[in-house]
């Protein structure tokens, strides 16, 4: 109980998620307390379930059904039981105690009735709980070694019909039959544990393609069919390393369920894990098969994961490249991939002679990977070759002309100490653009924005001009000009105001004052500020009816 304080709730669960608890302190109900477990429901955007677990080895804990609980976090509904209950701390330890009292009392009375009266009662739960008669059902089947009966019962526990309308499980009743589908699960480690591993196999095997058919209609948005996929795969691995099947046969079941026979996305098996199930013979049939598949289909996706995947562990880089160089992508994506791998098994020489590669055969370079294009280019800074860099910086530039490729052609161009001609030769394709089109590339005349990145206002003013630009760049031109061209700026800042005083809202509004000021500073500096005083009355007299503006600009003084 010592664990159990606001400042351990607050520990748990961080700072945000605490002051967000306590705005639920209404909307807990149900509280139940026991020896050492409290639970309750958490109204929140759904009802959540929420357990906080009292005196445990590692202290105070906690679990909720809701999305961030599901990830393992103490989350706010959390908070909110944890904090409903301190606010009560003289009747938690009679509760306690009472729980614990009424477990012994039930104990007792179970341990005085006769076989006969337990089955009675037995029999009445089965009738009135259909979840437990399943559960009991299946344990009988597997005791009497009955596989076709636990087969059975296991397709009823997957079957969606239940909780299907039209065929398909709504997003509220997806917890429901995830919990019955985790009981099937559940029986089949359970036949693992009673000596029945073989068979668990078996079993596992058919439910995989049980739940993928039965994801298909499923509104699993919280992910709880992924977790119950996650323990089969994880049942089907034990199963196997408990009966120690025939390696060529599981062998070939690994590769079939690695390229789609299960395609389901949800129980993710993992050939590697079962090395030590497969031995020698198996882990190279495993190989044999999955090299087998991959020459019949090198550009399919599952054929390539899993020989990647086993080259990998096999430390065979050149079985890794082979497979990435028999579908080599166009933009030089591939390319990188393997100069990494390279560079990874320090083989510097081929890892540069594939990236310029990649380069050379991309059949455009406007839409070559730009990461390739960045991993040359740091490849030969550090051979110490700027020339090279420049080269490949101008080219990149030449086929995407785009601020950012001016910028790292200046970048490079300066490391090499030749910006001053590079500059004008790229300043002379972007002029080129910008009289061709007028408006240039998307997102506005890329001329406008490398001189303004340049500090060379005058000249980006100029192009401006001459070529056209969006009002972002002019709005950035006048501000960077105001000092020494205030006439012009101030001819933009007006220009820019009349669209806004026909438009509402608080971010209009800001941006509307922001030009007011800008105004104010030219006038100012025009010595003009009496123009200012009637522009500004004549605004507010027109605007007087939006009051938001009238208090920003009061707040301003404007």
Same mark, same amino acid.
């Given at each position: ?28 109900? +149900? ?151 985790? $009981? ?22 058919? &439910? ?33 390393? &408990? ?40 882990? &190279? ?122 910028? $790292? ?33 998307? +997102? ?28 972002? $760049? ?5 501000? $960077? ?78």
């Amino acid at each position: 109980m010592r664990d159990f304080t606001e400042a351990s709730l607050k520990t748990l669960a961080g700072a945000r998620s605490f002051e967000r608890g306590r705005g639920y302190l209404d909307a807990v109900s +149900g509280v139940e307390v026991g020896d050492g477990w409290i639970t309750a429901s958490v109204h929140g955007t759904e009802r959540y379930e929420v357990e906080l677990t009292l005196g445990g080895p590692g202290g105070l804990s906690g679990d909720c059904d809701c999305p961030y609980g599901l990830e393992g976090n103490f989350c706010k509904h959390l908070v909110a039981l944890g904090l409903t209950v301190l606010a009560r701390p003289e009747s938690l330890p009679r509760q306690r105690k009472a729980a614990r009292g009424r477990a012994q009392d039930l104990d007792g009375w179970l341990s005085a009735r006769s076989k006969d009266e337990l089955l009675t009662l037995v029999r009445e739960l089965i009738g009135e709980d259909r979840q437990l008669r399943r559960r009991l059902e299946l344990r009988a089947a597997s005791a009497r070694g009955d596989l076709a009966a636990v087969r059975a019962r296991i397709r009823e526990l997957l079957d969606i019909g239940p909780f299907a309308q039209y065929g398909y499980v709504e997003y509220a009743d997806a917890r429901a039959y995830a919990d019955q589908a985790g $009981q099937a699960v559940s029986a089949i480690g359970a036949l693992t544990g009673s000596g029945r591993a073989a068979d668990a196999i078996i079993l596992a095997a058919e &439910a995989m393609k049980l739940l993928a058919q039965a994801v298909e209609s499923v509104d699993d948005s919280d992910g709880w069919l992924g977790q119950v996929g996650a323990v089969l795969a994880d049942a089907h691995l034990d199963a196997c390393r &408990a009966a120690r099947p025939d390696p060529g046969e599981l062998a070939r079941w690994l590769v079939g369920h690695a390229l789609g026979e299960v395609d389901d996305g949800l129980t993710d098996v993992d050939p590697l894990d079962y090395e030590d199930v497969l031995g020698d013979e198996g882990m &190279a049939l495993l190989r044999k098969l999955a090299v087998e598949a991959w020459q019949g289909n090198r550009r399919g996706w599952a054929e390539k994961d899993l020989m990647e995947r086993l080259a990998k562990a096999g430390g065979d880089v050149d079985a890794v490249i082979a497979v990435h160089a028999a579908d080599l992508a166009p933009d030089g994506h591939t390319h990188l991939v393997i100069a990494r791998e390279l560079d990874t098994a320090r083989r510097p020489d081929e890892a540069l002679s594939w990236a310029e590669r990649g380069v050379r055969e991309a059949r455009d370079l406007a839409a070559v990977d730009t990461a390739l294009v960045d991993h040359l280019c740091d490849r030969y800074a550090q051979a110490d070759r700027p020339a090279d860099v420049v080269a490949l910086r101008r080219d990149h530039f030449g086929a995407r002309r785009t601020l950012l490729t001016y910028q $790292q052609l200046r970048a490079a161009a300066r490391a090499a100490d030749c910006w001053p001609a590079e500059r004008e030769g790229a300043l002379a394709l972007l002029r080129a653009d910008a009289g061709q089109r007028k408006q240039g590339w998307y +997102g506005g005349p890329v001329l406008v924005d490398a001189l303004l990145d340049d500090k060379d206002v005058d000249a980006a003013w100029q192009a401006a001009t001459e070529t056209g630009a969006h009002d972002r $760049q002019w709005l950035t031109l006048s501000d $960077q000009a105001r000092a020494t061209r205030p006439a012009d700026a101030l001819g933009v800042y007006l220009r820019l105001v009349e669209p806004l005083t026909k438009q509402t809202g608080n971010a209009i509004y800001e941006q509307l004052v922001s030009l007011l000021l800008s105004i104010r500073d030219c006038h100012r500096r025009l010595g003009s500020p009496e123009e200012f005083t009637g522009y500004v009355t004549a605004l507010r007299s027109a605007q007087q009816r939006k009051r938001n503006l009238m208090r920003l600009m009061d707040e301003h003084r404007l």
